[in-house]
Nanobody
Framework: VQLQASGGGLVQAGGSLRLSCAAS????????MGWFRQTPGKEREFVAL????????YYADSVKGRFTISRDNRLNTVYLQMNSLKPEDTAVYYC???????????????WGQGTLVTVSS
């Protein structure tokens, strides 16, 4: 499986963006898809996750109520709808696939290439 993230860009504070993560290849029903983000000099940070076979989601406290993760199984795509964006949301966002319901990056084995989100104040 390969993952291709897209949808990043420059947006003003308070604005919205939707990130997409398209997967090529088969995704097993037991998989978990996650979004992480990283800024220079910092560790990759968990943002959100969703199970591939049911609507079970989990969010970092910093994005809860503003971001929504969803998936389209037919399109093999995971989305991250980001609303009420803040300058501190500025980061490179990565999608990833794992087999555990986990917020730890080390539990995810397949990663997309990252897409840059910049939120201006």
């Amino acid at each position: 499986v390969q993952l291709q993230a897209s949808g990043g860009g420059l947006v003003q504070a308070g604005g919205s963006l939707r990130l997409s993560c398209a997967a090529s290849g088969r995704i097993f029903s037991s998989s978990v898809m996650g979004w992480f983000r990283q800024t220079p000099g910092k560790e990759r940070e968990f943002v959100a996750l969703i199970r591939w076979n049911r609507d079970s989601t989990y969010y970092a406290d910093s994005v809860k109520g503003r971001f929504t993760i969803s998936r389209d199984n037919r399109l093999n795509t995971v989305y991250l709808q980001m609303n009420s964006l803040k300058p501190e949301d500025t980061a490179v966002y990565y999608c990833a696939k794992g087999s555990q319901y986990s917020t730890q990056q080390y539990d995810y084995r397949v990663w997309g290439q990252g897409t840059l989100v910049t939120v201006s104040s």
